[in-house]
Nanobody
Framework: QVQLVESGGGLVQPGGSLRLSCAASGTIFDVYTMGWYHQAPGKQRELVAT???????NYADSVKGRFTISRDNAKNTVYLQLNSLKPEDTAVYYC?????????WGQGTQVTVSS
């Protein structure tokens, strides 16, 4: 059984920053792609950013230049640095990992951008 545990969400003012973390634990042979998605109220879950084991990254156009995804393969952990936050970034952020041929989701962490 694999678990993804997220942390780092919260309330921040527009223009502020947050750092999200997601650690995979359990019986793991190999973690391939890891990523972050977000879901705003009344909207579908959308891709924010992904990173492969080798470090290749992919970002949604709306976050390019503001968010940075990274990972520590030794710790099976993925990070998302959120800078220059906007009110429209408000959402629940979910971690996703492709582990040993299966996709897993974290429980989600709330990010609220408001003055």
């Amino acid at each position: 059984q694999v678990q993804l545990v997220e942390s780092g969400g919260g309330l921040v003012q527009p223009g502020g920053s947050l750092r999200l973390s997601c650690a995979a634990s359990g019986t793991i042979f190999d973690v391939y792609t890891m990523g972050w998605y977000h879901q705003a109220p009344g909207k579908q879950r959308e891709l924010v950013a992904t990173i492969t084991r080798s470090g290749y990254t992919n970002y949604a156009d709306s976050v390019k230049g503001r968010f940075t995804i990274s990972r520590d393969n030794a710790k099976n952990t993925v990070y998302l640095q959120l800078n220059s936050l906007k009110p429209e970034d408000t959402a629940v952020y979910y971690c996703n990992a492709y582990v040993d041929g299966l996709h897993y989701w974290g429980q989600g962490t709330q990010v609220t951008v408001s003055s």
